[in-house]
């Protein structure tokens, strides 16, 4: 019997692509998704949907917008709001500090991004990704092409199917912040680092093509390209209204001609010229060893009742590695993680080069490798801010294949916006066990999937 974990109306769109001469079976050969989001996506669709109960998917988001809040109030409860204090805490490199602590003035949005695995009991949180540069967000454009599949549209309204449009919740949100600068519709541009435009051109382009769906005219450019005029900041000569960042921390610090710019920027923020959605500061929570420190005794003390229990009920228990192998360190916290190894994951934190662990590289599963190899990754990253995690086995959903209409399991990563709404919509990325053990889009096995939510 097929049966998804997630959802009863999964188990019937399951049947129904079973029955003989189902319409459902080869509805994704007939998606037509938009052309550049074809070309970025097309081929490495999914061959169905997901599907979630509404009231999960948003009790979920509303964790992660508390243990969001948890996090960012977490300098001023441990450090008297010293962020550079709290990132040396992190184990985060000086480097990188001095430039993600450049102008701890600016405010910082409810914009971020959760990575988890649904364990066939809840959601369980990975990785938060905090500020304006996870990608995911144009997703929905597939949503519209299922739709727009008339075997599929007559499922979605005989089963009240609904899904959140991150995109058109980004637009409205740059709206709303471009509201203190102009009284027109805004000029935004996406702004990347040097030399950094092409190597993700066509998820970019997508990003464009998905803002322009919801009206809005979004530019690409690099830092090096931005300039000021008065009060604004401009792009290639063009005055914006809104920088919406997607340079990482990393790729800034690599560039010695950044740092004036950035100056720039957050002068016009100030100066209510130009925004910058969002600073470079959020991705000081959007490291591991940020969740890390949820686990961490000391830090729990700091914690609401209800923040505690959202740690206990989502994050996996995760610690520094260099916690357990530096100087004085507590024995037992290392005899731990020698002794779990094989249901733990080692995982970088933001690293020297602020990338993390950007499409799973430098993860390592516990279950594959030995001992002695064990130990000798752990001693390769006893200095920074590498995490050990407790692993989570995703509950897979099964896919029936339209040209075999034989059913095969996938394990599903889910990706859960969150604004200043709540739940900002999903994108999941999948792939089949026997495929490898991250799901990452570093694997070419991967697959990308839309997520509808059920009543």
Not at 174 to 180: G, P, Q, V
Not at 435 to 440: F, I, K
């Amino acid at each position: 019997m097929l049966t998804s974990t997630t959802s009863k109306v999964a188990d019937e769109y399951l049947r129904e692509c079973v029955e003989p001469r189902s319409r459902l079976l080869r509805a994704v050969d007939a998606l037509r998704l938009p052309p550049i989001h074809d070309v970025a996506y097309g081929a490495t669709q999914l061959d169905r949907p997901l599907f979630v109960p509404g009231e999960r998917i948003h009790a979920f988001a509303d964790d992660v917008t508390t243990l969001l809040g948890a996090l960012t109030r977490l300098p001023a409860a441990l450090h008297h709001g010293d962020v550079a204090a709290f990132c040396a805490r992190l184990g985060t490199s000086p480097r990188l500090t001095a430039l993600l602590t450049r102008h701890p003035e600016l405010p910082l949005p409810v914009q971020a991004r959760a990575d988890a695995y649904h364990d066939g009991t809840g959601f369980r949180l990975l990785e938060l990704k905090v500020g304006s540069e996870p990608g995911g967000v144009d997703a929905a454009q597939a949503n519209r092409a299922w739709l727009g599949v008339p075997a599929f549209a007559d499922f979605a309204e005989r089963h009240g199917l609904e899904h959140v449009d991150t995109a058109a919740r980004l637009a409205a949100t740059l709206r709303r912040a471009a509201a203190d600068v102009t009284a027109r519709e805004p000029v935004v541009a996406l702004v990347e680092a040097r030399h950094r435009l092409a190597a993700h051109e066509l998820a970019l382009r997508s990003l464009q093509e998905a803002m322009a769906a919801q009206g809005l005219t979004l530019l690409l450019g690099e830092i090096q390209e931005l300039g000021r005029i008065g009060r604004k900041i401009t792009l290639r000569g063009r005055p914006l209204d809104v920088v919406l960042r997607h340079a990482r921390a990393g790729d800034l610090a690599d560039d010695p001609a950044a740092a004036p710019v950035l100056d720039a920027l957050a002068r016009s923020h100030t100066d209510r010229g130009t925004v910058l959605f969002t600073p470079l500061l959020s991705g000081v929570f959007g490291s591991t060893a940020a969740l890390a420190l949820l686990h961490d005794p000391a830090v729990r003390e700091v914690l609401s009742d209800a923040e505690r229990g959202t740690v206990d009920r989502v994050v996996p228990w995760t610690a520094r590695v260099s916690d357990a192998l530096h100087d004085g360190a507590a024995a037992e916290l290392l005899d731990r993680i020698r002794a779990e190894r094989a249901d733990l994951v080692l995982k970088p934190g933001l690293g020297s080069t602020g990338q993390g662990g950007y499409g799973g590289q430098g993860t390592v599963m516990g279950s594959e490798v030995s001992d002695e190899e064990w130990l000798r990754q752990l001693a390769q990253r006893r200095h920074g801010d590498d995490v050990v995690q407790r692993r989570v086995r995703p509950a897979t959903e099964p896919v029936v294949d339209p040209r075999t209409g034989e059913a095969e399991d996938w394990a599903a990563a889910w990706g859960v916006f969150v604004d200043d709404a709540g739940y900002a919509g999903s994108v999941v990325r999948a792939l089949r066990p026997q495929d490898g053990p991250v799901v990452s889009d570093a694997n070419a096995a991967t697959r990308g999937a839309c997520v509808f939510t059920t009543p």
